[in-house]
């Protein structure tokens, strides 16, 4: 099986988001949880800190699951049941795990698929052979700088502070299950 080509920009399966706090991204999970059903598999990249469990707790109130969504990098895998009829969340933090899809065998993530919303923090390189189809959503911390308050830039003992809040966002859908679905309604 060949594996599709990545949507660019003009396609309907890829979008940018400037998120500008924790407030806003978990407002982007709370709204990107609205697109997802029972099997679909989402993938989540960004450094430590740049809002992936963040993103997944709006997920986990988008989707009406029960229990405080945490980051799972010491459990490996939760599971929220759902509080009504829809998916459970499966959260998943790979980070620890330095093996493929063979290491990811161990939680049963192929069984747990087609009845949940599985969400795999650092999955990159292991879990892209559960299905053909996924959400890539990869977070950028805005690198930049502005003068620290109250100095002149470049003035004598001014120094430079990060502009940690901002992030960039991209959500990209690959695969058919996605080809169909507007992204832009992120944006909203």
Same mark, same amino acid.
């Given at each position: 099986m060949e594996a599709a080509a990545p949507p660019t920009p003009a396609d309907p399966a890829f979008v940018e988001i400037t998120v500008n706090s924790p407030e806003q991204m978990q407002e982007l999970g709370r709204r990107l949880a609205k697109l997802l059903r029972a *099997?679909?598999?989402?993938?989540?990249? *960004?450094?430590?800190? =740049?809002?992936?469990?963040?993103?997944?707790?709006?997920?986990?109130?988008?989707? *009406?699951?029960?229990?405080?969504?945490?980051? #799972?990098?010491?459990?490996? =895998?939760?599971?929220? !049941?759902?509080?009504?009829?829809? !998916? #459970?969340?499966?959260?998943?933090? =790979?980070?620890?795990?330095? *093996?493929?899809?063979?290491?990811?065998?161990?939680?049963?993530?192929?069984?747990?698929? !087609?009845?949940?919303?599985?969400?795999?923090e650092w999955g990159e390189g292991k879990v892209e052979e559960l299905s053909d189809a996924r959400l890539q959503v990869v977070i950028h911390r805005t690198v930049g700088t502005a003068p620290s308050p109250g100095a002149a830039p470049g003035a004598p003992g001014a120094h430079e502070v990060g502009a940690d809040g901002v992030r960039q966002v991209t959500v990209t859908g690959i695969g058919d299950r996605w080809a169909a679905v507007d992204l832009g309604v992120l944006t909203a």
């Open positions: *099997g679909d598999l989402v993938m989540l990249s *960004g450094e430590l800190g =740049a809002g992936k469990t963040t993103l997944t707790r709006g997920l986990g109130e988008g989707l *009406g699951v029960r229990g405080a969504v945490t980051s #799972p990098t010491f459990v490996i =895998a939760r599971v929220h !049941p759902s509080l009504g009829d829809g !998916p #459970p969340l499966v959260h998943v933090d =790979a980070y620890r795990l330095s *093996g493929g899809l063979e290491e990811m065998e161990d939680l049963d993530l192929d069984v747990s698929l !087609p009845d949940s919303v599985v969400v795999v």
